[in-house]
């Protein structure tokens, strides 16, 4: 690095400590409240003052700002404090996203973070579409923000008339995939039922460019998938007692009066658990599809493990 170079960055470094400092003080008068033990502060609030103090720098301070964001989200998550609140996350994710107005990773894993509900997340859908609308303005060719949008409205807000809006829009941005289209006719016709919740999943599983979401996808796919065969099962156990007038004990009844060919496995593996005297047939306790959802599938959980 030249001279004017360690320059540059030993006043970085200085300026941000005045910062800091500043803060700091300020803080003393003014106390902000200190999540989960007072662990973790948000010393600038302010997007523009922290542009202007990180000088050319912005990309550099970006990235730090993404990782307090992460940081946060995590130690939050991980929390057992019953008051524990994701304050710090938006704030964290807005002067991220301007001093890097391109952080494509930032504006997007950002919103899995907001709209992922109490406790798991601050269930802020509103600030996950006023974040993902940020990175549409700075970014207007991305098409994958508008989809994003369309997710939340989905998944969060139940407002299917809005998704398949975003999803429409999505597809009229140059490079969007050919099925972005087709998908807003389907979201707007069967909005809120498996079937369109199958197929959003399918697109995520076919699309996604990062391994932990393909592998997020393929889990929801097997839990859809659980739920299909769960009805299936409910049906067959229905028909045995309308004909035999008999109350189903066990899955042998099924067996030996030929509903089933053996014991039904779920499309993990573990064997479906029946409950005789309540009527019930759910997961084994043990099956890695636990929890199954309530329909839609949703994006919980959807971020990277913490």
């Known amino acids: 690095m030249t001279v004017r170079g360690w320059t540059l960055a030993v006043g970085l470094a200085a300026l941000l400590a005045g910062v800091v400092g500043l803060q700091r003080a300020r803080e003393r008068l003014d106390p902000l409240p200190m999540p989960d033990g007072g662990g973790s502060v948000l010393y600038v609030r302010s997007p523009?003052?922290?542009?202007?103090?990180?000088?050319?720098?912005?990309?550099?301070?970006?990235?730090?700002?993404?990782?307090r964001a992460i940081q946060?989200?995590?130690?939050?998550?991980?929390?057992?404090?019953p008051g524990k609140a994701y304050d710090q996350l938006y704030p964290l994710l807005d002067i991220s996203t301007s001093l890097d107005p391109d952080f494509t990773v930032a504006y997007r894993f950002g919103a899995i973070f907001l709209s992922e509900p109490f406790p798991n997340g601050p269930?802020?859908?509103?600030?996950?579409i006023a974040l993902l609308q940020k990175g549409l303005t700075a970014r207007p060719e991305t098409w994958a923000f508008a989809q994003d949008i369309?997710?939340?409205?989905?998944?969060?807000?139940h407002d299917y008339a809005q998704a398949a809006a975003w999803f429409l829009r999505a597809s009229a941005i140059p490079g969007a995939p050919a099925w972005m289209k087709p998908l807003a006719a389907v979201t707007l016709a069967q909005g809120g039922n498996r079937a369109s919740s199958r197929q959003l999943w399918?697109?995520?599983?076919?699309?996604?460019?990062v391994d932990w979401l393909r592998t997020q996808a393929r889990l929801r796919l097997r839990q859809l998938d659980?739920?299909?065969?769960?009805?299936?099962?409910?049906?067959?156990?229905?028909?045995?007692?309308?004909r035999t007038g008999l109350r189903l004990r066990s899955w042998d009844d099924l067996v030996r009066s030929g509903?089933?060919?053996?014991?039904?496995?779920?499309?993990?593996?573990?064997l479906y658990r029946l409950d005789a005297a309540r009527g019930r047939i759910t997961l084994a306790p043990d099956?890695?599809?636990?929890?199954?959802?309530?329909?839609?599938?949703?994006?919980s959980s959807m971020g990277p493990t913490l």
């Open 48 to 67: 523009e003052v922290m542009k202007r103090a990180v000088l050319s720098y912005d990309a550099v301070a970006a990235d730090l700002y993404w990782i």
């Open 72 to 81: 946060h989200y995590g130690a939050t998550k991980l929390s057992t404090d």
């Open 123 to 128: 269930g802020r859908a509103d600030q996950a």
């Open 150 to 157: 369309g997710f939340v409205h989905y998944w969060w807000r």
């Open 202 to 209: 399918q697109q995520v599983n076919d699309s996604a460019d």
């Open 226 to 242: 659980a739920l299909d065969q769960i009805d299936a099962l409910r049906t067959i156990a229905a028909a045995y007692e309308r």
């Open 259 to 270: 509903y089933l060919r053996g014991v039904p496995r779920d499309p993990a593996g573990y």
């Open 287 to 299: 099956s890695s599809l636990n929890p199954l959802p309530t329909e839609p599938v949703s994006l």
